[in-house]
């Protein structure tokens, strides 16, 4: 079956430590995003990625990285940098150009920051 | 990027229709209208887009106003699979702009 995947589900991390969320996809999509949702609120779009081996901040990019190096996938870092990392994490991705319709979003990584 | 504005929450009762007004008074003539649901603890998913005229899929119908400052998606019988939160988002066409700028949404409640 084609889809976006997310590991871990859940994820506890202590502060001050970096931890790589992940994000694959097998639906040879162009482009791929990270957003972070709170509770209570809409998704907030950190970086995207419209082809490999290239990316671009989103509204919140402060404290988070990404990388690039393969289509099928868009890993996102969480720094000791950023400030309030607990949140609901979400992967989507989407065709690009004029194919682009709609993106399909992963089952999302819950990060919990002790 | 112009903005959208839903009621916080509505309600409907199972099998029967839902309508959910969006406002975008900002609109301009190259954005797109988007609905997106999201189930609890899930992702979103995508339910329908138009830009112009009426759109109709098989999750969804969308009736955009003629003067495109207002839309609203119809769910034309409600289940209880149907209770989510709906974004109205507004996308901005061509160029390499595929950013989505999600609001809070409305909580839709099905009742049995």
């Known amino acids: 079956d084609g889809g976006i995947t997310q590991s871990p589900k859940y994820l506890f991390r202590k502060e001050g430590q970096n931890v790589t969320l992940s994000c694959e996809q097998n639906?040879?999509?162009?482009?791929m995003y990270w957003y972070r949702q709170d509770p209570g609120q809409g998704l907030r779009l950190i970086y995207y990625?419209?082809?490999?081996?290239?990316?671009q901040k989103g509204d919140i990019a402060e404290g988070y990285s990404v990388s690039r190096e393969k289509k099928e996938s868009f890993p996102l870092t969480v720094t000791s940098a950023q400030k309030n990392p607990t949140a609901f994490y979400l992967c989507?991705?989407?065709?690009?150009?004029?194919?682009?319709?709609?993106?399909?979003f992963g089952p999302g990584t819950r990060l919990t920051v002790l | 990027d112009a903005k959208t504005t839903q009621p916080n929450s509505m309600e409907s009762n199972e099998e029967e229709p839902v309508h959910l007004p969006c406002n975008h008074s900002?609109?301009?003539?190259?954005?797109?209208i988007h609905w997106y649901r999201q189930l609890p603890s899930q992702g979103p998913e995508y339910v329908i887009h138009?830009?112009?005229s009426n759109v109709n899929n098989r999750m969804a119908s969308l009736a955009i106003a003629e003067d495109r400052k207002s839309s609203t998606l119809i769910l034309h019988r409600a289940t209880l699979r149907d209770a989510a939160v709906y974004y109205c988002?507004?996308?901005?066409?061509?160029?390499?702009?595929?950013?989505?700028?999600f609001g809070k949404g409305t909580l839709l409640t099905v009742n049995p």
């Open positions: 989507a991705s989407s065709m690009s150009g004029q194919y682009y319709n709609e993106q399909f």
């Open positions: 138009g830009l112009t």
């Open positions: 990625s419209q082809i490999v081996n290239d990316f």
């Open positions: 988002i507004l996308r901005v066409s061509g160029g390499s702009n595929y950013k989505l700028t």
């Open positions: 639906l040879n999509h162009d482009a």
């Open positions: 900002t609109i301009s003539g190259t954005d797109y």
